[in-house]
């Protein structure tokens, strides 16, 4: 089949010419660490812990297709993802550029573990290009941003930092997890390495803890060997899980693009609300290229309660359909306090200057009723 295929067609089939007769429609579970082996063959053989369990090359080959990348691979966790796929292309005495708003998990690494690795790590204010060529060393090998970031939802624009990778030959690893390859493929902007939590939308049900890396061939390749070292392979059920949940990926980010859009335009309208922040809102820092770059503007958005902290906490207990919990990009709503989560770790006015007061919520849209989302908000805010 010459002919490229639509996203939808692409999450639910995967490459469909490799399909051979008789096969079940639905995928076993291929539930085996082991497989038998060639008497006197040489080839790589088959062990759940090198990655190439029926299970995990299914969902690789899906996500470099909807991603538009040759190769891709699942790991054990998203924190996973990013750990071997920098691990893939730097070595002690390299520096590392990376934007400062990304996941706190990925920050502890950057600043607590690489150091030990010999990696040196400068975080940078992501948003003027020329700050990145600033903070650039004779050692600097790559660059890492994630985009839409945690929990404010700026959209990077990531050409200008592609632009500089060129000409600096240095390495752009982007997390998309916000995005999936939906709303936005960062390979087609220039970027070379885009890793997953498929802990979220990829899987998009709340049940799986997994990363994934897409990329050129020998990229993967060096992941590959990493994950096997390291033991970061994916479980066979959680493989397959995610393969149930990549096949609705498009329709479930459509609808997390309306609802994001409807519940954003709502919580704009509210005065127990001092800001909105989601990206397809005119009021947000980042809508033009939002509107430039992404196809969609998700399902996450973050409020600040003018009742602070209090506030918030009273919301949270009012909540009937929404649930007070962390992570995201599931088919539930989840609200949670990046105070006390992602940005614990800080002062209250150290997150006040990077503009998370406390009374920030974040909310994770589910696939609910847009209009019940809305009537559980309404209740919960009526006692402030
Ligand atoms: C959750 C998350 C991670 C870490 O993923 P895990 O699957 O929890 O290891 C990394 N980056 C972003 C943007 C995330 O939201």
Known sequence: MKQRLGLSTRAVHGNPDARPDW????????????????????????????????????????????????????????????????????????????????????????????????????FVSPTHARDWKRAMKKTTRAIFVETPTNPLLRVIDLEPVATLCQTEGLVLLVDSTFATPINFRPLEHGADIVIHSATKYLNGHSDVIAGAVAAAEPVIEEVRKLMQVWGQALDPLAAWLIDRGMRTLAVRVERHNQTGLRVAQWCATQSAFAAVHYPGLPSHPDYD?????????????????????????????????????????????????????????????????????DGLLRFSLGLEDADDIIADFTQALAPL
């Not at 085996?32 to 690789?60: D, H, K, W």
């Not at 470099?64 to 790991?75: M, N, S, T």
């Open 23 to 122: 096969a079940p429609i639905a995928p076993p579970i291929y539930q085996s660490s082991t497989f038998t082996n060639p008497i006197g063959s040489t080839a790589e053989v088959l062990y759940t812990r090198y990655g190439n369990n029926p299970n995990q090359v299914a969902i690789a080959q899906r996500l470099a297709a909807l991603e538009g990348a040759e190769a891709a691979l699942f790991v054990g966790s998203g924190m996973g993802a990013v750990a071997l796929a920098h691990l893939a292309v730097l070595r002690p005495g390299d520096h590392l550029l990376s934007s400062e708003w990304i996941y706190g998990g990925v920050h502890r690494l950057f600043a607590q573990e690489f150091g030990r690795l010999g990696i040196d790590v400068t």
């Open 289 to 357: 290229t939002a509107q430039r770059v992404l196809t969609g503007c998700g399902g996450m958005l973050a409020v600040e309660l003018k009742g602070g902290a209090r506030g918030a906490e009273r919301f949270l207990r009012a909540l009937k359909i929404a649930a007070h919990a962390p992570s995201l990009g599931g088919v539930e709503t989840l609200v949670s306090e990046p105070r006390l989560t992602s940005h614990a770790s800080l002062t209250p006015e150290e997150r006040a200057r990077a503009g998370i007061p």
